[in-house]
């Protein structure tokens, strides 16, 4: 079985402070991690994922993730906030014997200006 | 360069009513292919997979049905449409163990 948890409904971030929006999971074999962003009344966007290698993963946007294993996580982060990237983001997660991706219920990122 | 088209963006429709929409793929052959749906602008429902033409896999047993007729063309339908089958419905297409790639999805009202 596998699952993703982000436990943040909402994120609150002041323009040019750093992000972070949190996402832990669990799967049986090895993982294979996600982020996608969603902007209103759009379909989701793919920001990166990881597969394999190195654990810091960049993305679209200047977004970038880190897998840890020991803590099973892979949170998203950027170094500056800016107001556009407020959106709902999605962690999913895929055991790779699997086909079927499961998403965490998402995050709402507001940043202020 | 690979696209993804789904289509309608809205629909309304009444109860009883049946229902089709369409989701196709360019620049791939043999895509793994996705049907979601997303209630409330929340978490996101997988409802069927399929790795194949004419390989469809159901995740949720629902009024809901899916075919693929066509490598590149996958269609989510139902013969009578209930009131909590209104959502947002979003076809994806994996490129590289994803799904990576989504269609910009189709907000369905049934009144």
């Known amino acids: 079985a596998q699952s993703v948890a982000q436990p943040e409904d909402q994120v609150n971030v002041a323009e040019g402070n750093p992000l972070t929006v949190k996402c832990t999971y669990s799967?049986?074999?090895?993982?294979?991690l996600f982020w996608y962003v969603q902007y209103p009344n759009r379909g989701l966007q793919f920001l990166l994922k990881?597969?394999?290698?190195?654990?810091l993963v960049k993305g679209s946007y200047g977004f970038e993730a880190e897998f840890n294993k020991s803590q099973t996580s892979f949170h998203l982060k950027k170094p500056s906030a800016l107001v556009s990237d407020s959106a709902l983001y999605f962690c999913?997660?895929?055991?790779?014997?699997?086909?079927?991706?499961?998403f965490g219920r998402g995050t709402s990122l507001i940043v202020h200006p | 360069s690979q696209t993804i088209h789904q289509w309608p963006a809205t629909l309304v429709q009444p109860v009883g009513s049946p229902l089709s929409l369409e989701c196709t793929v360019e620049?791939?052959?043999?895509?793994?292919l996705y049907w979601y749906r997303q209630a409330a602008g929340r978490g996101l429902q997988l409802l069927f997979y399929?790795?194949?033409?004419?390989?469809i896999s159901s995740e949720v047993p629902q009024n809901l049905s899916a075919s693929r007729p066509q490598d590149r063309q996958f269609i989510l339908s139902s013969k009578k449409l209930l009131l909590s089958d209104s959502g947002f419905y979003l076809c994806?297409?994996?490129?590289?163990?994803?799904?990576?790639?989504f269609g910009s999805g189709t907000r369905l009202t049934v009144v």
């Open positions: 994806a297409w994996e490129q590289d163990r994803g799904p990576d790639t």
């Open positions: 799967v049986s074999g090895n993982p294979y």
């Open positions: 990881y597969i394999t290698g190195d654990n």
């Open positions: 999913a997660v895929r055991d790779g014997g699997s086909y079927i991706p499961t």
């Open positions: 620049g791939t052959s043999n895509p793994n």
């Open positions: 399929s790795v194949g033409i004419g390989q």
